[in-house]
């Protein structure tokens, strides 16, 4: 007797947008997903496109530094009002999903990627008068990293790169610098961000906190 055909799982024919259509994390704020739109190894700046969701070239990278972590965002949040009261002098939020740079010992080559990350910290950047956070987080199960639970569990010199790097990716030499990274913070901060973020994003989508 032959043996029977499983019954398939429910299959929808449209990719997600990573935006709009993936979940944000599994257990919020501290664990999240992050999709990764820049690796380590990538000297131009990819983006995902908001209209699709496909990756997009935003910009060849000036300077000659890579990227020290992967580099994304956090589905269904959004830099508006709330993570802009979050951020001292800033005129309003960069109008974009919350980045995300993920920590991870064996290096990871690819993008477009949902990659599961525990949150440990953050920056605090000012871009052209825009709140611009990037928040510092761990891969989930990492034999390296994955113990660290706050920012101050990891070395110094990962983070003073993370800052060197945001700090210069968009310096014009002989012009005055655009960005101010005005603080790093752990990870109780790094919540209230990604909390913020989700909240403005529920505004932007005309939600209410119940959904």
């Known amino acids: 007797m032959p043996t029977p055909m499983p019954t398939p799982l429910p299959f929808s024919p449209h990719r997600p947008h990573p935006w709009h259509g993936l979940p944000p994390g599994r257990d919020l704020p501290l664990h999240v997903n992050a999709y990764i739109e820049i690796t380590p190894f990538d000297l131009i700046k990819y983006e995902v496109d908001k209209a699709s969701g496909y990756l997009r070239v935003d910009r060849p990278q000036r300077g000659a530094s890579y990227a020290p972590a992967l580099y994304g965002f956090v589905p269904q949040t ?3 009002d709330a993570v802009r009261d979050l951020c001292p002098g800033a005129e309003r939020g960069d109008g974009d999903p919350l980045d995300i740079c993920v920590l991870s ?12 990350a525990r949150v440990v910290g953050g920056l605090q950047l000012l871009d052209h008068g825009e709140a611009d ?14 113990g660290a639970a706050d920012i101050a569990d990891l070395p110094p010199i990962l983070v003073e790169r993370l800052r060197h790097y945001f700090s210069t990716y968009k310096l014009v030499p002989g012009e005055a610098p655009v960005i101010a990274i005005q ?28 959904g």
Request: hydrophobic fraction near 40%.
């Open 183 to 210: 603080e790093t913070y752990g990870r109780d901060r790094a919540a209230e961000v990604i909390t913020a973020s989700l909240a403005d994003y529920r505004a932007l989508r005309g939600e209410t906190a119940d």
């Open 105 to 116: 010992e064996r290096p990871i080559a690819r993008s477009e990627i949902i990659v599961p």
């Open 133 to 146: 956070d990037k928040i510092i987080a761990v891969l989930e199960n990492d034999l390296v990293w994955g």
């Open 78 to 80: 959004y830099c508006g």
